[in-house]
């Protein structure tokens, strides 16, 4: 399994529409089960993911793994929570 998980760190990661997401730069593993959890893409495309932060996308939402990653689910868009307590900043 090992040989497998590292083969896929640095693969591209696509959605079902066939937008770059980013790469993948490591794999959420439940070691108790041997098995993946999810996985962790860092720099996203600022389209699909405000701010470029990294995420980690579920398993259950990985559609094929080969020479890339394809996405069976992704939101059109992942926004950041602000938090109740932040002021805005006002223009001057």
Same mark, same amino acid.
């Given at each position: 399994m090992l040989g497998e998980i590292s083969e896929i760190i640095g693969l591209q990661v696509y959605t079902q529409n066939g937008v770059f997401? #980013?790469? @993948?730069?490591?794999? @959420? &593993?439940? @070691?108790d089960n041997g098995s993946v959890d999810g996985i962790f893409v #860092?720099?996203?495309?600022?389209?699909?993911?405000? #701010?470029?932060?990294? &995420?980690? &996308?579920?398993?259950?939402? @990985?559609?094929?793994v080969g020479d890339i990653v394809v996405l069976r689910y992704f939101p059109k868009r992942v926004a950041t929570k602000r938090s109740a307590?932040?002021?805005p900043v006002a223009e001057q």
């Open positions: 997401l #980013g790469n @993948v730069n490591n794999l @959420v &593993v439940d @070691v #860092g720099e996203t495309n600022p389209l699909l993911v405000e #701010g470029s932060r990294a &995420v980690s &996308v579920p398993y259950r939402w @990985v559609q094929s307590t932040a002021t």
